[in-house]
């Protein structure tokens, strides 16, 4: 079967750096994606990983081990508008997208 | 209006009823999906369509239709509404339907009673 796997719930303090981790296994491999989504508001698009590495974008960071199954989303500097839940989806062999159930980060001042 | 829009904002419906929650987009994108969002799940695909006039299924199509005759509508239809229907169903589009971003709508948060 198809499975993506990701934290539950993380805590972080304002101005911290923290790592969300996601791990999948799936029918093909066509990209990985990240989404924030802020409770009660669509997903918005974050990142896209589909060969191995780190791709930085201002303060967020993705990377993906396709060996592995394995990525991360690193937020550095964080804000407390950062609270929000983060979404780990791969695109399978069908060009359909996987998600996982999500992370809910919590900022702490 | 620039991207996805969905109607109506929320609704409370009886079980038996039938339903249709509409989603507009004005980007020309080729392909359009719907998912249910449930707790403590992720996402899930109910029905695509990846060019106007063709649709398929999705991860839990059952109980749910779709129709695309132009390339900005793509409105799902619940026949006869039933309580595990209870979700918030998002609209979202992508510009090929292959390996490109999906755009999501605002949501419809639907209570089937």
């Known amino acids: 079967g198809q499975n993506i796997d990701q934290p539950t719930e993380m805590t972080a303090t304002e101005g911290a750096i923290v790592q969300i981790n996601c791990t999948y296994q799936t029918s093909g491999f066509n990209g990985l994606f990240w989404y924030q989504q802020h409770a009660g508001e669509a997903p918005t698009f974050l990142s896209y990983?589909?060969l191995d590495g780190l791709e930085e974008k201002g303060r967020f960071s993705s990377f993906l081990s396709r060996s592995k199954g394995y990525s991360y989303l690193l937020l550095k500097e964080l804000q407390m508008k950062d609270s929000a839940s983060y979404l780990c989806a791969v695109m399978d062999s069908n060009y359909q997208l996987i998600w996982g159930a999500g992370t809910k980060l919590i900022i702490k001042p | 209006i620039a991207g996805i829009t969905q109607a109506p904002t929320s609704q409370i419906l009886a079980a038996g009823r039938r339903m249709t929650l509409r989603c507009t987009q004005d980007?020309?994108?080729?392909?359009m999906y719907w998912y249910r969002q449930d707790l403590g799940l992720g996402l899930r695909l109910i029905h695509y369509s990846n060019t106007a006039g063709t649709t398929g299924k999705g991860e839990v199509p059952d109980g749910y239709s779709v129709s695309r005759a132009n390339t900005d509508d793509f409105p799902l239809t619940l026949a006869s509404a039933v309580p595990s229907q209870t979700s918030v169903y998002f609209c979202a589009s992508s510009e090929t339907g292959g390996a490109d971003t999906q755009y999501f709508g605002p949501g419809t948060r639907l209570t089937v009673l």
């Open positions: 990983n589909v």
């Open positions: 980007m020309r994108h080729n392909a």
